[in-house]
């Protein structure tokens, strides 16, 4: 078949992403957890970029070969920048280093604040998408935190007193944990010296100081909560923060008996882990031992699936996927994770296709996963192209185009390369003992935003699996 065939099969297939939605409504109550913060947003252009290079006397030697994945003073912002700008990656360094926030603050600026934190991103999604109930962890919510959440009934926080109120009205007097997103497009490009960057696809550096999420501070409030309601999903993120030099890794073995406890009250709940970009090793090697065995579910993107490959060992591996990023190569790593993990179920979004791997015994069928990723497609391309999820009509903005070529060509060789051609058609395959269901997915061209898009693939696509 060639691709407008292709295209109208899967057309037809995503004709059911409004039931789903539907069914999406009927779910009774989810939790999100642990971070949740104030994103300030800013577009940086390579000239902008080049200035900012010459000013603070940064030279084409120290852009090339970029090693640095973490700050050593304020100024590598920009060496970071450089690195994801030039190669089209995402990354989020963290900082405990007051000086790097008053620098980006004076250097870098905003064009506009947001919600940030994937327990926040999940938890306006969540609610936008009509979960009767979604209860989101903040453990700093003053109002101008509130401001970010959705003026929505039934998206809810802890006020100052412990009371379960709608999160937009809620105003704890506490000091707002602020992160900066800095965003760059496609094909953009400067010069340095005799070098010219260009940028190979659109994408963002995050700069983190939140002294909160990076001791994982608990709200007490939401700890009880858990501990004598039921929730059907608990979407948990906000590891990546962490620093072993921050006595991170007792605050992950501390974490695991909460988590266990509120599965123990509530033994049907499925457990998500969102891995996010983890800088120190030491912290995503716990988040791997500690947090991953405790969950039933794992989503993760090209970026986060190379971290694991190195911290695993598997250096070959992610050498090769580095060199050649494609889905063949990327199912290579999914199929290791899966078997190295023990977890039920793992998603890889990558560009244009996302995959998941489960267990036969995971709660939800592989057609189930199917439908939930192409809900997840039109919702994190309707963001994309939107800019921003504000009202519930706005999910399906992109609702009847075209999955993309570059899905549906990736796809294809996937196929191929597991000689499974029902793949291609169904989107479903088996492999040994598990199941993989796999989407082309719907590509926004010039997105306004990518902030929090990994986060809405992975949520979406759980909750929307039904």
Not at 172 to 186: A, L, Q, S, T, V
Request: hydrophobic share 40%; glycine share 6%.
């Amino acid at each position: 078949m060639d691709t407008k065939q292709l295209q109208s099969v899967w057309a037809k297939k995503y004709q059911v992403v409004p039931k789903q939605l539907e069914k999406v409504k009927k779910i009774s109550a989810v939790a999100t957890a642990f971070n949740t913060n104030i994103d300030a947003v800013v577009k940086i252009s390579g000239k902008q970029l080049k200035k900012l290079l010459e000013r603070h006397k940064i030279s084409e030697t120290e852009l090339q070969n970029i090693k640095l994945t973490s700050f050593r003073e304020p100024k590598d912002a920009l060496i970071a920048i450089v690195k994801c700008f030039s190669r089209g990656i995402a990354e989020e360094w963290t900082t405990a280093d007051i000086s790097v926030y008053e620098w980006l603050k004076q250097e870098i600026g905003y064009d506009r604040l947001q919600m940030g934190g994937q327990g926040g991103i999940i938890a306006n999604a969540m609610a936008l998408l009509g979960i009767k109930k979604v209860i989101t962890h903040t453990n700093s919510h003053p109002e101008l935190q509130a401001k970010q959440f959705l003026d929505l009934d039934n998206l809810l926080a802890f006020d100052v007193n412990g009371q379960l109120k709608k999160a937009a009205a809620i105003a704890r007097n506490e000091p707002p944990m602020i992160h900066w997103i800095i965003e760059f497009d496609k094909g953009d490009n400067f010069s340095l010296g005799d070098k010219t960057f260009v940028c190979p696809k659109s994408n963002r550096f995050i700069a983190t100081y939140d002294p909160l999420n990076m001791n994982l501070a608990v709200n007490q409030h939401f700890k009880t909560y858990l501990n004598s309601h039921k929730v059907s999903y608990l979407l948990l993120s906000g590891f990546h923060p962490l620093l072993k030099e921050n006595n991170g890794l007792k605050l992950i073995k501390d974490i695991v008996p909460v988590i266990k406890k509120w599965q123990k009250a509530n033994p049907k709940m499925i457990v998500h882990l969102e891995v996010a970009s983890t800088q120190d090793k030491a912290i995503r090697k716990a988040i791997i031992d500690d947090i991953a065995p405790i969950s039933q579910s794992i989503g993760l993107n090209e970026r986060e699936t190379l971290d694991l490959l190195n911290v695993l060992g598997k250096k070959a591996l992610s050498q090769k996927i580095e060199k050649e990023m494609t889905a063949s190569n990327l199912f290579e790593a999914l199929l290791f994770l899966k078997n190295r993990l023990k977890t039920p179920r793992i998603q890889l979004h990558m560009f244009g296709l996302y995959m998941t791997l489960q267990d036969s015994s995971f709660p939800r069928s592989a057609d189930d996963n199917l439908k939930g990723m192409m809900t997840a497609s039109v919702v994190a391309s309707s963001k994309a192209a939107k800019g921003a999820l504000i009202h519930s009509k706005d999910v399906t903005t992109t609702l009847g185009q075209s999955v993309s070529e570059v899905g549906l060509k990736e796809l294809t060789a996937l196929a191929e390369k597991l000689k499974a051609p029902e793949l291609i058609k169904t989107g479903i395959c088996t492999v040994g003992d598990y199941t993989l269901s796999a989407t082309p997915t719907i590509l926004v061209e010039k997105p306004k935003t990518l902030v929090g898009m990994g986060d809405t693939i992975s949520s979406v696509s759980l909750i929307g699996g039904r």
